[in-house]
């Protein structure tokens, strides 16, 4: 037996001891594909998909598939992978417009200035826990250190919705006034 | 929709992480019922494009598999 029938030979049983089918094969690509992610988060890291896809490949030659045909099964995973990504993208930015609007019609200007100042609360109800609050400081400190734009407004927004201030620090509240603002100056240049 | 329902269907997206899925719950439970029907369409939409994703790759995967 060459060595290229020695290799379909152990790709076939690798199909055969996790099930005949394609459909259970793309089961287990997904599976390596979510432990990579898992490590990834673990570690902090966010590597580019290419990147992933590399070690998807390199994940699957380990196990025993050809080089060829793991290259174009990453490929397929990362194909998926993009378009996910591309759909949870989507997703945050349609709420975080919605999030924004429920903002606005909570909130309104009184001055022209760029702080904190500027913005009148609107008569609110009490319904922030402790959590929320450190979630909004956590969120608004985020923003404040910047280079997290879109993921600090994301927090802020979960810690906030549909709750209202209450309770909070003038300076908190003034902080956090200033990081709405910045956020739709930011968006708005 | 009840809050529980569109937690099902928020449950169905595994490209949604914790935090955007609470976000979405969280200004479902405050938004007026017109906004709510559109945050199920927004969904279900994005339910009807993850579906079509996993049956492309599926069939791609299917692909490599036959032709190697």
Redesign the interface.
């Known amino acids: 037996m060459d060595e290229k029938q020695g290799e379909?030979k152990g790709?076939q049983s690798l199909?055969e001891k996790f099930a005949p089918t394609?459909?259970t094969?793309?089961k287990s690509?997904l599976w390596s594909g979510e432990i990579v992610h898992i490590v990834d988060r673990a570690l902090g890291i966010k590597p580019l998909p290419e990147a992933r896809a590399q070690r998807i490949e390199t994940a699957l030659i380990k196990k025993g598939f050809?080089k060829?045909?793991s290259h174009?099964?990453a490929e397929?995973?990362s194909?998926?992978d993009l378009?996910?990504?591309q759909?949870?993208d989507?997703?945050?930015e349609?709420?975080s417009a919605?999030?924004k609007g429920?903002f606005r019609g909570i909130f309104s200007r009184k001055g022209v200035t760029a702080t904190g100042t500027d913005f009148v609360p609107l008569p609110i109800i009490p319904v922030w826990s402790f959590g929320d609050l450190m979630g909004a400081s956590r969120a608004i400190y985020e923003i404040n250190t910047a280079g997290v734009k879109q993921e600090g407004v994301?927090?802020l927004?979960?810690a906030l919705?549909?709750g209202i201030p209450t309770g909070m620090s003038h300076m908190a509240l003034e902080r956090f006034f200033e990081a709405i603002y910045i956020e739709s100056v930011l968006e708005n240049k | 929709m009840t809050t529980k329902q569109f937690q099902r269907l928020l449950n169905r997206l595994p490209h949604l992480d914790g935090e955007t899925e609470l976000l979405a719950l969280n200004i479902f439970a405050g938004s007026s019922p017109e906004k709510k029907s559109q945050l199920v369409e927004f969904f279900i939409g994005q339910n009807q494009k993850i579906d079509s994703l996993y049956q492309k790759f599926g069939k791609k995967v299917g692909e490599v598999v036959i032709n190697n």
């Open positions: 379909l790709l199909v394609a459909e094969l793309a690509l050809e060829e045909t174009q099964l397929a995973y194909e998926l378009g996910k990504a759909l949870r989507e997703a945050a349609y709420l919605l999030g429920l994301l927090k927004l979960i919705v549909p």
